[in-house]
């Protein structure tokens, strides 16, 4: 079955079928390993293109006809390539995650620690300030607001509200609240372009220096220090800068995700944040780099860069594949050794790698914001946004020599 999209690659390429007088648009899926057919006529066979003349069907207005299949077939592979095909409910569905409601990602809010179990105390806390933020959201009118929805205004009111019931303290405790959330939304979700926050420039005068990119001599600096400090870690950061995936997302993926033979590493929809299946192929070296390094025996549930424990002491080792995930945090630790070896300025984190390489992808090899999230797994270019704000940095050529 010919794949038509990295969106859906369980779905071939649409074409205008033509069983005699009946026409419709037609493509095939994939669902649990057989093959299905997806057929909509869209008004094709209806009484401007088929008429009844004594007992006859006739086709009449056949330019127009055409015409309009033709616009319906443009159509329907501008939605695969845009919109998440369902094989279950056989049905398109937005993959713009900006729509969730306000309320409920603050919810989700609670249960996020980049660095560390969240503790209970701290989650209380956020609770309290998620039911006031809810309550003042009520007063204003705006309880079922969606994310994309709290702009800029909706905060200032937010907070002013906050202000005006308790104090100016009481006010930035919840500004440095929403801050978080906002990144999170940005940074980790990557379901918003930018933080509403940042252009409250009456209040918020602090501009951010987050995952800002690497100049091309501090990236080879921090490439040699990680190799020289684990190999697993350097292959890593290798990784997010050729495939521009999140490091949490490499961790997830098992053995059986790797095809040694075409190449390619496979994301399915469920292991990423941009909920779309995405395949990405690297270099023969590359592959023969990784393969090199399997000297065991390994399952096909064996996770990339995981724990393997060993007999005595029941303590661990990393291996290219091993039975237990690796955490995300031991390698934000080896990290943090870097930065203090290397004395990084603040802004320089293990994300940077994934902005530089975008950054270069745009500014070095003229890579369209199009052909970037293709790669990328994002619906929209304005997410790309986040990553170019620091485009005028020198970028280093990619992928060549890493």
Not at 218 to 245: C, G, M, S, Y
Request: aromatic fraction near 10%.
């Amino acid at each position: 079955m010919e794949q038509r999209s990295i969106i859906n690659p369980h779905c071939s390429e649409p074409k205008l079928l033509k069983d005699k007088l009946r026409w419709s648009i037609r493509f095939y899926y994939k669902l649990e390993g057989e093959t299905k057919t997806r057929k909509k006529d869209y008004g094709l066979n209806g009484p401007d293109f088929l008429k009844k003349d004594k007992g006859i069907i006739k086709a009449i207005n056949k330019s127009d006809r055409l015409l309009y299949a033709a616009e319906l077939l443009k159509n329907e592979i501008s939605r695969l390539n845009s919109m998440y095909f369902n094989p279950f409910t056989k049905e398109f569905e937005s993959l713009d995650k900006s729509d969730q409601s306000f309320a409920s990602l603050l919810g989700d809010y609670l249960d996020y620690s980049p660095n560390k179990v969240r503790r209970e105390s701290t989650k209380s806390i956020y609770k309290s300030y998620n039911n006031r933020i809810k309550g003042v959201l009520d007063g204003l009118g705006l309880q079922d607001s969606t994310l994309k929805e709290i702009d800029r205004s909706v905060v200032e009111r937010l907070l002013a509200e906050i202000q005006s019931k308790s104090s100016k303290a009481q006010r930035d405790h919840y500004l440095r609240y929403l801050k978080g959330f906002f990144a999170y939304c940005v940074d980790h979700l990557e379901i918003l372009s930018k933080s509403p926050i940042k252009t409250l420039k009456s209040i918020n005068n602090d501009e951010t220096t987050t995952n800002k990119a690497y100049p091309p001599e501090i990236l080879q600096k921090v490439l040699n220090e990680a190799k020289r400090l684990d190999i697993h870690f350097h292959l890593l950061l290798r990784l997010l800068i050729i495939t521009l995936r999140r490091p949490d997302e490499l961790l997830r993926l098992q053995l059986k995700n790797f095809d040694f033979k075409a190449g390619s590493v496979t994301f399915s929809k469920d292991m990423i944040k941009t909920n779309r299946a995405q395949i990405t192929y690297l270099s023969g070296d590359l592959v023969a780099e990784l393969q090199s390094m399997m000297d065991g025996k390994y399952n096909q549930t064996d996770y990339f860069l995981g724990h393997a424990v060993r007999e005595v002491g029941g303590r661990t080792n990393k291996s290219i594949f091993a039975p237990m995930k690796t955490s995300f945090v031991h390698f934000q630790d080896k990290f943090k050794t870097i930065q203090k070896r290397l004395k990084l300025e603040k802004g320089y984190t293990i994300y940077s790698f994934k902005h530089t390489s975008i950054n270069n992808l745009i500014d070095n090899h003229k890579w369209s914001k199009e052909k970037v999230i293709k790669l990328t797994g994002h619906t929209n270019i304005s997410i790309l946004d986040t990553y170019t704000k620091d485009g005028k940095r020198e970028r280093i050529e990619y992928p060549e020599n890493i």
